[in-house]
């Protein structure tokens, strides 16, 4: 949905409980738990691909998992995220208002599965989906990673997309948009952990 100014919060609150009832835009629901190259996905989606290196040690991946529990990655000058207490649980619907290029987009997804691994390499974090009142079509992954042998911390965003339709008009603002959001996304998660 786009508009010319900004939402009142009881309009994305509206707009949420409109979403809560929406179904996912996509049939390829759970692929972003598999490679990023997955071979189903090449073509008939862009995929992105972004990793960034927060630190070592096992209290930097827990503060890293509390940043990821706070939405911190969507902690950006031109996002907001509604609610920003929502608990990571599957089937959670979350909307994003974004602002960019003098007006403001209000799109909503749902929480598909969350992810707490243990062992050698210890993942947590979750990924959500976009529903048919959103202007991207596609799935999102949210991880950080710990991996013992090395006590590295990463945190790990991968997502395929399409554009639907209103952002096919807008193709390369929304490309270019989806790319800010993976960078300043990294920067965020750095600066959360870093302020822990």
Known sequence: ????????????????????????????????????????????YNLDYNRQYLGTGP?????????IRQWKMFD???I?????ET???AGRTVAVVARHLGFYSL???????????????ERFGFAYGTLTSHSEIGEERFLVEYDRKTGQVHYDLFAFSRPGLLAWIGYPVSRTLQKRFARESREAMVRAVAAS
Do not use: C
């Open 1 to 44: 949905m786009m508009m010319l100014r900004s939402p009142r919060e009881s309009d994305v609150l509206r707009f949420l409980e409109v979403s809560a009832t929406h179904r996912f835009s996509y049939e390829e629901t759970g692929m972003s738990q598999g490679a990023p190259g997955e071979p189903t996905l090449s073509g008939r």
């Open 59 to 67: 209290a930097i991946f827990e503060r890293a998992k509390a940043a």
């Open 76 to 78: 950006l000058s031109w």
């Open 80 to 84: 907001d995220l509604v609610p920003l």
């Open 87 to 89: 608990p990571l649980e």
């Open 107 to 121: 799109n909503a997804s749902r929480i598909v599965y969350t992810v707490e691994e243990t062992g050698e390499m």
